[in-house]
């Protein structure tokens, strides 16, 4: 039988209603499974978030969309371009609302159905509350949201079509927060903000425990830091993990937050004051006063982890870098861990043969930021001086089919000729050209798209 104890003072609790804080010192609570009884117990049944029901705290009903058993990708690419062997990334985007937070939502939903609430309440930054409204919608259970100001578009669409009443409440979450704990009070709703509801580190602990049976224990595993329960969850999952005499190791966590918006990592590093402008383009991981940071430095330093912050520039560079290398389109908080890594291969911290995973927690398609930059982006092809090669290249061969060594002269010989082979070869893997032999000699020729694309370029330039 679970109970809810609490991180400070140790004292014990009931498991249900599930309570986030210690009425008695104030500490956090957090769930404790019976780990001796648990060790002869097995993982049953198919990989999925609900193979681990036993290892979670007692749920009758079964709230579920098909969350949990997510791809644990080898990113080999990546791997080469950063000079280590074993990076894997944990693919959350493939649950059923495209993050992570399908697994708190199944079973908070599920826990919500077995006290017989109508309603449940949640703040949050946008994923939980994607989720959330799609479990409710299916289950006929009202679902309130609290917003703040600042949320991505495309998981407020989520909630608009599975008919959440949403409500906006300040600028950042964490004010969204304290809306939501007045409401679930008052109005007797089921309480599911993620960092109110303790139910939510268990559900999200089955991450580890599928990494586990996926690739084993890695050496390092690099979370996102919003409001620090995230990390937490899955460090516990790998340290119950070792307590049900599964693993014999636990990996090193690594916790990371935006530069602009770095909290936990102040207070980690004893740092005081805050900073002034605490904002970041990676808005799931916007929170200025982390309710959960006990937590994150609790997991940090009983991993002998690390904590990075990473700049906004870093982070889009490096979402655009597993997008082309991995064919995976992350939200920027999930990006952050990626350029995390760059960053400790590069310190000699994180070594060449060592394990890591990076959690990648949401789907980009939800960020408004990235979302819009793309479209500016596809507007201003042809720019840039790259380009400018290739654009050369194309009309000197929509005047006529022409092989390498006279494309050359005619570029006016500025350039090697490997470098002019390689914009060729490059035109010709985008379809923009193809290539014959005539006479011995390898001739080039534009297609119907080069000239469509050199089409469209005239036209931009008429624009610029
Ligand atoms: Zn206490």
């Known amino acids: 039988m679970a109970v809810l104890r609490c991180i400070r003072c140790s004292s014990t609790f009931e498991p249900y209603p599930p309570n986030y804080k210690c009425p008695r010192c104030g500490g956090l609570l957090e769930y404790e499974i019976d780990y001796e009884n648990l060790k002869k117990e097995k993982f049953s049944g198919k990989f999925d978030f609900w193979r681990y029901r036993k290892f979670l705290p007692k749920i009758r009903n079964k709230a579920t969309l098909g969350e949990g058993g997510t791809p644990l990708h080898r990113a080999e690419r990546l791997a080469s371009r950063l000079k280590v062997r074993n990076v894997y990334l944990k693919d959350e985007t493939r649950n059923p609302t495209n993050s992570f937070r399908d697994r708190s939502a199944a079973l908070m939903v599920s826990n919500a159905m077995d006290m017989n609430y109508q309603a449940v309440v949640c703040a949050t930054n946008g994923n939980l509350g994607a989720s959330l409204a799609a479990y409710c919608a299916k289950y006929g259970i009202v679902c309130h949201v609290i917003v703040p100001k600042l949320v991505d578009m495309g998981k407020l669409a989520q909630m608009l079509i599975y008919d959440a009443i949403i409500e906006e409440h300040g600028e950042t979450v964490d004010e969204s927060i304290e809306k939501a704990e007045k409401l679930a009070e008052e109005a007797g709703w089921y309480q599911a903000t993620p960092e109110l509801n303790p139910l939510v580190i268990e ?59 770095s909290p936990i990592i102040d207070k980690l590093e004893g740092k005081v004051k805050r900073q002034k402008k605490n904002l970041t ?85 939800k960020a408004t930021d990235i979302l819009q930059s793309l479209t500016k982006k596809r507007k201003t092809v042809g720019i840039g001086l790259e380009i400018s090669t290739k654009e050369r290249i194309l009309r000197i061969l929509s005047e006529r089919e022409s092989y390498g060594y006279e494309i050359w002269k005619k570029l006016g010989k500025t350039m090697t000729r490997p470098a002019v082979y390689q914009h060729l070869n490059e035109l010709e893997q985008r379809g923009l050209i193809t290539s014959f032999i005539k006479k011995k000699r390898k001739f080039f020729k534009i297609t119907r798209r080069g000239e469509r694309v050199l089409e469209a370029i005239n036209e931009l330039k008429i624009l610029l």
């Not at 937590?295 to 597993?322: F, R, V, Y």
Request: hydrophobic share 45%; charged share 25%.
């Open 203 to 261: 559900a999200q602990k089955t991450i580890a425990y599928e990494i586990f049976e996926q690739e084993g224990t890695p050496d390092w595993m690099i979370v996102s830091m919003g409001s620090g329960g995230t990390i937490y969850s899955i460090w516990k999952g790998f340290k119950e993990l070792q307590l049900l005499g599964k693993a014999d190791s636990t990996p090193r966590m690594v916790g990371v937050q935006a530069q602009n918006c």
């Open 281 to 365: 383009h990676a808005l799931a991981i916007l929170v200025r006063k982390p309710l959960q940071e006990e937590l994150a430095i609790k997991a940090i330093k009983e991993s002998n982890g690390k904590a990075m912050a990473i700049p906004d520039q870093e982070i889009i560079s490096a979402e655009h870098e597993i997008a082309r290398l991995e064919g995976i389109f992350a939200e920027p908080a999930s990006s952050a861990t990626i350029a995390a890594l760059k960053k400790l291969v590069d310190e000699g911290i994180i070594e060449k043969n060592e394990r890591v995973v990076c959690l990648i927690t949401g789907s980009g398609l």
